[in-house]
T-cell receptor
Framework: GENVEQHPSTLSVQEGDSAVIKCTYSDSASNYFPWYKQELGKRPQLIIDIRSNVGEKKDQRIAVTLNKTAKHFSLHITETQPEDSAVYFCAARGHNAGNMLTFGGGTRLMVKP | DVKVTQSSRYLVKRTGEKVFLECVQDMDHENMFWYRQDPGLGLRLIYFSYDVKMKEKGDIPEGYSVSREKKERFSLILESASTNQTSMYLC??????????????FGPGTRLLVL
């Protein structure tokens, strides 16, 4: 089955700096890669996703890049703000039935004012 | 707006008890999922269901069972709770493959403590 690894597990940045979170996956047939943000005490919510036929996708201050050859994808947050502080999860949908996702271990991002 | 609800936010049970966690979604989604969330391990899939009365094992099904008698409701059952099942349990739902890109919508979670 699919295996997703996520790094780093914790990340601390100054407000205004950029943050990058990286994930690798094992199933070369995976075709969908979402990123979820979970604020403290709240449910995970989708913030951005990318499909395997696209190399990069951007939505305001967040962007995701995908390198299918190397089987890795990354989340980039620019001009970080304190409200970006949360746990971020990457995920991959492998070659399986249904919309099953395999999640990475999560990254706790702390943005210091 | 998708709404996924879970029956309890916090639950305390004793070892050996039978525990029921319920999840309801109101968007007519075909797929429903149960995950457990533990620090450093991310979200691990316990079971999922792609239709009424259908279920598939996820990565960590041992010690759990599920029931889906109605499309909107997906129950997770701990037949005999053990302390290593203390965790946060998250339910999610999504449209079927082909009808959506794969977005899963999560419930608020149930924090279960087994003493």
């Amino acid at each position: 089955g699919e295996n997703v690894e996520q790094h780093p597990s914790t990340l601390s940045v100054q407000e205004g700096d950029s943050a990058v979170i990286k994930c690798t996956y094992s199933d070369s047939a995976s075709n969908y890669f979402p990123w979820y943000k979970q604020e403290l005490g709240k449910r995970p919510q989708l913030i951005i996703d990318i499909r395997s036929n696209v190399g990069e996708k951007k939505d305001q201050r967040i962007a995701v890049t995908l390198n299918k050859t190397a089987k890795h994808f990354s989340l980039h947050i620019t001009e970080t703000q304190p409200e970006d502080s949360a746990v971020y999860f990457c995920a991959a949908r492998g070659h399986n039935a249904g919309n099953m996702l395999t999640f990475g271990g999560g990254t706790r991002l702390m943005v210091k004012p | 707006d998708v709404k996924v609800t879970q029956s309890s936010r916090y639950l305390v049970k004793r070892t050996g008890e039978k525990v029921f966690l319920e999840c309801v979604q109101d968007m007519d989604h075909e797929n429903m999922f149960w995950y457990r969330q533990d620090p450093g391990l991310g979200l691990r899939l316990i079971y999922f269901s792609y239709d009424v009365k259908m279920k598939e094992k996820g990565d960590i099904p041992e010690g759990y069972s599920v029931s889906r008698e109605k499309k909107e409701r997906f129950s997770l059952i701990l037949e005999s709770a053990s302390t290593n099942q203390t965790s946060m349990y998250l339910c999610a739902s999504s449209l079927a493959v082909g009808r959506s890109p794969g977005t899963q919508y999560f419930g608020p979670g149930t924090r279960l403590l087994v003493l």
